[in-house]
């Protein structure tokens, strides 16, 4: 074996180990990104998680509240705040259409 094959063996050996740690720190810096991607999605999870629980809980707070303070004499003021009528005698007032019906007969509110 002569120098220049010897020497061309190490620069061949050198090339293979510079490639090698490029392909080391490209898969580490790539396994960091993932990680990195994966703790952050976690948390994002959580922060929502703790965020709907918050809402659930403000939620029931305001159905209570609402609960609690709508019996019929707050309920008969508000309707006659609003101009609001009693639909007297009526089985089923419908939204889309403009009738009542009462005792099986249509009413036209015409």
């Known amino acids: 074996m002569t120098i220049k094959n010897k020497a061309k063996e190490n620069t061949v050996i050198a090339k293979i180990n510079v490639i090698l ?4 720190l490209f898969l580490l810096s790539f396994y960091i990104y993932l990680a990195n991607y994966a703790f952050s999605s976690e ?3 959580g922060v929502i998680k703790r965020q709907i629980d918050k809402l659930s809980v403000d939620l029931s707070d305001i159905q209570r509240t609402l609960d609690d303070s709508s019996d019929v004499i707050s ?3 508000f309707a006659l705040q609003k101009g609001l009528i009693e639909a007297r005698d009526a089985y089923v007032i419908t939204k ?3 009738f ?3 005792d099986g007969r249509k009413i036209n509110n015409e």
């Not at 740690?21 to 080391?24: G, R």
């Open 75 to 77: 309920l008969r003021s």
């Open 21 to 24: 740690i490029i392909a080391v």
């Open 43 to 45: 948390y994002r999870i």
């Open 100 to 102: 009542a019906i009462k």
């Open 96 to 98: 889309d259409s403009d």
